[in-house]
């Protein structure tokens, strides 16, 4: 692996944390506790990993991303990393907050924090994925 090989990297990152997402969504909902933190702690992971691999991309790689797309999808493709941008921004002190209510067991707070965030966290980890592939794939 090169780090030109990163944006698929991250793009499968994206889609992991999509499915741990999901899955601690699915087991909060069944009342599974365990199973939910353990989805939750691998989705912090995936996307963590994803920042730094990012970061590391567009510092070292890729200053900017051009995307040469042409048609209907051009204006599609923009308002997707317009609205990418800002939330995964937004959503990151978020994340640590809502970790750090549910390490000390203020599991009120947590859920007050997690009931926005989480459609926001998965509209940005499932977005991510269409940008990788709007710019490498279609």
């Given at each position: 692996?090169?780090?030109?090989?990163?944006?698929?990297?991250?793009?499968?990152?994206?889609?992991?944390?999509?499915?741990?997402?999901?899955?601690?969504?699915?087991?909060?909902?069944?009342?599974?506790?365990?199973?939910?933190?353990?989805?939750?702690?691998?989705?912090?992971?995936?996307?963590t990993i994803f920042l730094t691999s990012y970061v590391?991309?567009?510092?070292?790689?890729?200053?900017?991303?051009?995307?040469?797309?042409?048609?209907?999808?051009?204006?599609?493709?923009?308002?997707?990393?317009?609205?990418?941008?800002p939330l995964a921004i937004l959503i990151v002190p978020?994340?640590?907050?809502?970790?750090?209510?549910?390490?000390?067991?203020?599991?009120?707070?947590?859920?007050?924090?997690?009931?926005?965030?989480?459609p926001v966290w998965m509209y940005v980890s499932v977005?991510?994925?269409?940008?990788?592939?709007?710019?490498?794939?279609?």
């Open positions: 692996m090169t780090v030109t090989d990163l944006p698929v990297l991250n793009a499968c990152l994206n889609a992991c944390a999509t499915l741990f997402l999901l899955l601690g969504w699915i087991a909060i909902r069944r009342k599974d506790q365990k199973r939910h933190a353990k989805m939750m702690i691998c989705a912090l992971i995936a996307s590391y991309y567009h510092t070292h790689v890729a200053m900017v991303t051009q995307y040469t797309g042409q048609g209907f999808l051009r204006p599609i493709y923009f308002f997707i990393l317009f609205t990418h941008i978020f994340i640590v907050a809502a970790v750090w209510f549910a390490i000390r067991g203020q599991f009120e707070r947590h859920k007050k924090i997690t009931k926005p965030l989480f977005t991510g994925v269409l940008i990788y592939l709007m710019l490498y794939v279609l």
